[in-house]
Structure formats: structure tokens, C-alpha cells
């Protein structure tokens, strides 16, 4: 199993480039699968979940291949799916699977997905999903973990849906079915991620009209068929975040090249009040921080506020900076497993329920430490960037899941970092 290896205690310094947003290329890789037209998407990362999805998708039969001559380039055609169904062997590694039912079933009718199992990070249900395609009229039934699931004669119908809570992949998969739905559908309590309206404007690129993405409203009204597309996925707000992290962490001064400033505003803010020094055009954030930071508190909480996948790696930050913060994690019940690892490495932390308090050491001491999740992993990586000697990150293939080749971005910058087999 890799590992990576890290000698702390450098400043970073230069320029790293950011990949596209895995959380939007997923669900933009399964809505190919409301058309029977070619889809080309580009800036999509290259990750271990998009691995899987690609397999996935042609496992139903789809074609979905890298192009040789650009790499960041998928082209898809979903005009060959033979069978709509997702096997546990492949959705088991990642719960992004879920997001083939509501293209599938509003597509074909029909459609069989299995369960996304229960994650480090807390349940992870997918009732909200379900009830809001029952809502559509579809017919619903879980048996031997999987979801089977079948549209009414004549196809999905537009109803009015309000999940009980806010939920990203729920919108998503919701706004997907809904694109093919017969009349119209609202979306109340929408998720407002900005991965959402860049799906929603791949979908309307493919025919959809949907109004109010972006916002807890989003109307879509149902169109028959839905055509091809090049779209652009946007760049990764939480490999944005967890690098200007790093950076603050270690001190030193790091360009991001196509970075979205404006979909980060929560976590800039909080960099800012650390500390950090940090410049944004509109495709670009230029971070620069020296000597120790001031320790922030902050709330995780769904999209404008601070995320929660952002949370793990500023709290990595919150450990070497002065003074004590307050952390709480609103979304995930068990998202604080990184806490023990951190303290291995020497930080302070006490955890009281859905909240860590965290008070601030002057230095780390490398030790070596466990990824559980793959923001845990990340938050591992940096503050093994600044603990003193070496540290080693074991169970780092939740890191490939969700970074594109991060340690090779972090060695360009000057970080003392390798992976070991
Ligand atoms: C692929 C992707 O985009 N993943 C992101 C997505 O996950 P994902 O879409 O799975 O997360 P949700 O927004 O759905 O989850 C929010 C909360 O709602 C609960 N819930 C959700 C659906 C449901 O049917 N029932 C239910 O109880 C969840 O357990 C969680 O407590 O948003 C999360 C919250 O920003 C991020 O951490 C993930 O990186
Ligand atoms: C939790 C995450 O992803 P997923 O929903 O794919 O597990 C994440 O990206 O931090």
C-alpha cells in the first residue's frame, strides 16, 4: 500500500496549477447519461473517483475514454447503454455512484443501483434522493442492497420536492431526473455548491431549461430529449482551499493558477484573519504567510458558509497557530477522525461532540500517521509539511481518490514529500 513521505519544515514557494473540481466532474460524467448524443468534458481531474466513474459508466455499456492527446479531456457516449445498473463492486468505492439513478431512471425508465455503504465520515444516507423520485412518481424498492427503481408509464413527472435537509448529490440527482420529467419541477431547499450550477449549465448547454441554480429554488422544466456537449468543469474549490492551507501552514508565497477566489470567500476570509496574505484575480489566488498564524474558529456548514471539506485541513493549519480555536462540523457526524493522527503528530486537540477545540503548539513532531478519509489525508499532508522530521502517511489511497497527483504539486513548490510503495 503507498505512503507518502515528509520531511517538514520547508516554506513553499512558486506556482501550482489546480485541476478541475472532482465534485463537479462527477455528477457532469453521469449526466452524459441523459443523452444518446457524443459529450466531451474538459478540465476533468485525473482521480482515482473519475477512474471509477469511467468504469462505471461503461460498465453499462457507455464509451467514456481520456482522450490520448489531452488528458483532462473525457469523451462520452451513452448512445450504447445496454444495461442501467450500478454494481456494488464498483459504487462500494465510491458514493458518487448514487448520482447514475436520476439520469438513469429518467433516461431509461429503469434503473438498478446499489447502495452506497455507510462512509468513515458518518451514514451518508440516500432518502432524500429516493423521496424525491417517488415524488416524480417513480416506483421505489431497496432489496438485497440495491435500489430498484422504475419510472411511471410515460416517463418521470415534475412535482415539487423539499428535502429535509440540504443536500449536493440530492440536488443534483434530482435536477438531472428532472431535466426529463414530463411538466415542471421545483427544487426547495436546494443545495447552492457552486458544482451545482456548473452542472446545471452543462444541462442547459444539452437542451434543459432550468432556472434559479445557484439559489434554494431551482425551477427545471421537463424537455423530451436532451443533446451533446462540450462543457468545462470548474476548478476545484477544495484543492484550492487545502493548498492555500498548506501554504499558510509553512509560510512562503504560492501562485494558484485557474483558481475561482469567489467560490472560496468563506475560507479566504478566515485565511486573512489568520494571517495569510492572499491577492485573487479572476482565475487566480496568490497566498503568501510568514511566521505563526492567529488560530481561527469557525462552523462548517453548507455553501456560501465554510465547508466542511475544508475543515479537516484548516484545522491542520489551527494547530501551529496562536491561540485556541473553537471547530465545529455541522454536516457529518463523524468527520473528526483526523484528530487522533493530529495528535499523534503533537497538536492539542479535545473533541466535545460536534465540536474540537483546538489549542495551538508552537511545532508538530513527525511521527507516523493513518489517512482515514480524504480531506483527513490531506489535513496529514500538511501538517506533516511543517512538523519537524519525518512523517509518514499511511492509507493514502483515500488521497488519490479525490488529488490530482498532489504530491507532485507539492514538490514543485519546494515541499520534501515522496511517495513510497
Ligand atoms: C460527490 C460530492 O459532491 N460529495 C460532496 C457532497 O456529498 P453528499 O452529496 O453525499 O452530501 P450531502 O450534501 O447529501 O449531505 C449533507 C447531509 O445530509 C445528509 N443526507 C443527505 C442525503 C440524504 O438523502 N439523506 C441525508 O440524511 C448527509 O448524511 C449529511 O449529513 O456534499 C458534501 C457536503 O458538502 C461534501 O462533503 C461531499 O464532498
Ligand atoms: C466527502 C467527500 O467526497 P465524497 O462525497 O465523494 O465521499 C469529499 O470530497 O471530501
Redesign the pocket.
Known amino acids: 500500500m503507498d505512503k507518502l513521505l515528509i520531511r517538514g519544515g520547508r516554506p513553499l514557494s512558486g506556482e501550482i496549477t489546480i485541476s478541475g473540481a472532482?465534485?463537479a466532474a462527477l455528477p457532469e460524467l453521469c449526466a452524459a447519461l441523459l443523452t444518446a448524443e457524443p459529450v466531451t468534458l474538459d478540465n476533468v481531474p485525473a482521480l482515482q473517483?473519475v477512474a471509477t466513474m469511467l468504469k462505471l459508466l461503461r460498465n453499462m455499456g457507455a464509451k467514456a475514454e481520456r482522450d490520448a492527446d489531452r488528458p483532462d479531456r473525457i469523451r462520452l457516449d451513452a448512445g450504447s447503454v445496454t444495461s442501467p445498473e450500478a454494481p456494488y463492486d464498483l459504487v462500494k468505492t465510491?458514493?458518487?455512484s448514487i448520482l447514475a439513478l436520476g439520469p438513469l431512471l429518467a433516461r431509461f425508465g429503469e434503473a438498478t443501483v446499489s447502495l452506497p455503504g455507510g462512509?468513515a465520515?458518518g451514514s451518508r444516507p440516500v432518502d432524500q434522493h429516493i423521496k424525491g423520485l417517488q415524488a416524480m412518481g417513480a416506483d421505489i424498492r431497496v432489496e438485497h442492497g440495491y435500489i430498484l427503481a422504475k419510472a411511471p408509464t410515460g416517463g418521470l413527472r415534475g412535482a415539487r420536492i423539499t428535502t429535509d435537509m440540504v443536500t449536493v448529490t440530492g440536488t443534483e440527482n434530482l435536477m438531472m431526473a428532472a431535466a426529463l420529467a414530463r411538466g415542471e419541477t421545483v427544487l426547495e431547499n436546494a443545495a447552492q455548491e457552486p458544482e451545482i450550477p456548473d452542472l446545471a449549465e452543462m444541462l442547459i448547454a444539452m437542451g434543459a431549461k432550468i432556472e434559479g441554480h445557484g439559489t434554494s429554488k431551482i425551477r427545471i422544466q421537463g424537455v423530451e430529449r436532451l443533446g451533446g456537449v462540450n462543457h468545462r468543469t470548474i476548478p476545484d474549490r477544495?484543492e484550492t482551499g487545502t493548498f492555500l492551507c498548506a501554504v499558510a501552514a509553512t509560510g512562503g508565497e504560492v501562485l494558484l493558477r485557474h483558481a475561482r477566489a469567489d467560490h472560496l470567500d468563506a475560507v479566504i476570509d478566515k485565511l486573512r484573519e489568520a494571517g495569510a496574505r492572499i491577492e485573487a484575480g479572476t482565475d487566480w489566488i496568490r497566498v503568501a504567510a510568514s511566521g505563526r498564524l492567529k488560530a481561527q474558529s469557525f462552523r462548517t456548514s453548507e455553501y456560501p458558509a465554510f465547508p466542511t471539506?475544508m475543515q479537516a485541513q484548516f484545522m491542520a493549519l489551527d494547530c501551529v497557530a496562536e491561540g485556541t480555536a473553537r471547530i465545529t462540523e455541522t454536516i457529518f457526524e463523524n468527520r473528526f477522525m483526523h484528530v487522533n493522527e493530529l495528535v499523534r503528530l503533537g497538536a492539542r486537540i479535545e473533541v466535545d461532540g460536534h465540536t474540537a477545540v483546538v489549542q495551538g503548539v508552537e511545532k508538530l513532531s513527525g511521527a507516523t500517521v493513518m489517512a482515514t478519509d480524504?480531506?483527513a489525508s490531506a489535513s496529514l499532508v500538511i501538517a506533516g509539511l511543517v512538523a519537524e522530521g519525518e512523517t509518514v502517511v499511511d492509507r493514502i489511497y483515500h488521497l488519490d481518490r479525490?488529488y490530482d497527483h498532489m504530491e507532485a504539486k507539492l514538490r514543485a513548490v519546494g515541499a520534501d514529500i515522496e511517495r513510497i510503495k
Open positions: 472532482k465534485n473517483d465510491m458514493r458518487a462512509c465520515i477544495i471539506d480524504l480531506r479525490g
